[in-house]
T-cell receptor, first 112, second 114 residues
Framework: DAGVTQSPTHLIKTRGQHVTLRCSPISGHKSVSWYQQVLGQGPQFIFQYYEKEERGRGNFPDRFSARQFPNYSSELNVNALLLGDSALYLC???????????FGSGTRLTVV | AQSVTQLGSHVSVSEGALVLLRCNYSSSVPPYLFWYVQYPNQGLQLLLKYTTGATLVKGINGFEAEFKKSETSFHLTKPSAHMSDAAEYFCAVSKGSGNEKLTFGTGTRLTIIP
């Protein structure tokens, strides 16, 4: 079975631009979460979606938004990019009753 | 609010020696606890998890961790370090309903000395 897949793997954007990151969960997983990992730190929770509904939001500005599609894939959108948005963005999926999240390899976003 | 504290941002051990990575948690409800490993330029891989039941949890690659409620700890151990264990290790906690966010520690970088 394929794991959690994220695209693109690397991305370079200019300040002020917009970016969309994509995530496909493991087949059968209905919950998708997004995390931001700044270099040298632990991942920070951004969003969680379950059955296409937002179940949680971390302490991130409104420039960050996300959605989950009927096939349970997800997009993370970031508007008006700042240099500080440079990070590894991780997607994780899980199924109800399986208390363990499987992470993708991440998208490395560099804002210049 | 939940949090984890990982003691020691860098740990070095000799190949074949015991690995001990420390994690203490704070939680207002019975926690679910996790250890993840991250190799350079990769995502996170689940090593093991504690949900309910047996407090000694065995994971992949010979790692194990023991949940000690009285000490609010969930330390990760491996009897004999291997060069391939060199990586960043993260402890994480969730409320435990199965679809709750993970709160991560700041990580411990493990170096193996040949």
């Amino acid at each position: 079975d394929a794991g959690v897949t994220q695209s693109p793997t690397h991305l370079i954007k200019t300040r002020g631009q917009h970016v969309t990151l994509r995530c496909s969960p493991i087949s059968g997983h209905k919950s998708v979460s997004w995390y931001q990992q700044v270099l040298g730190q632990g991942p920070q929770f951004i969003f969680q979606y379950y059955e296409k509904e937002e179940r949680g939001r971390g302490n991130f500005p409104d420039r960050f938004s996300a959605r989950q599609f009927p096939n349970y894939s997800s997009e993370l959108n970031v508007n008006a990019l700042l240099l500080g948005d440079s990070a590894l963005y991780l997607c994780a999926s899980s199924i109800t009753g399986n208390y363990g999240y499987t992470f993708g390899s991440g998208t490395r976003l560099t804002v210049v | 609010a939940q949090s984890v504290t990982q003691l020691g941002s860098h740990v070095s051990v000799s190949e074949g020696a015991l690995v001990l990575l420390r994690c203490n948690y704070s939680s207002s409800v019975p926690p679910y606890l996790f250890w993840y490993v991250q190799y350079p330029n990769q995502g996170l891989q689940l090593l093991l998890k504690y949900t309910t039941g047996a407090t000694l949890v065995k994971g992949i690659n010979g790692f194990e961790a023991e949940f000690k409620k009285s000490e609010t700890s969930f330390h990760l151990t491996k009897p004999s370090a291997h060069m391939s264990d060199a990586a960043e290790y993260f402890c994480a906690v969730s409320k435990g309903s199965g679809n709750e966010k993970l709160t991560f520690g700041t990580g411990t970088r493990l170096t193996i000395i040949p």
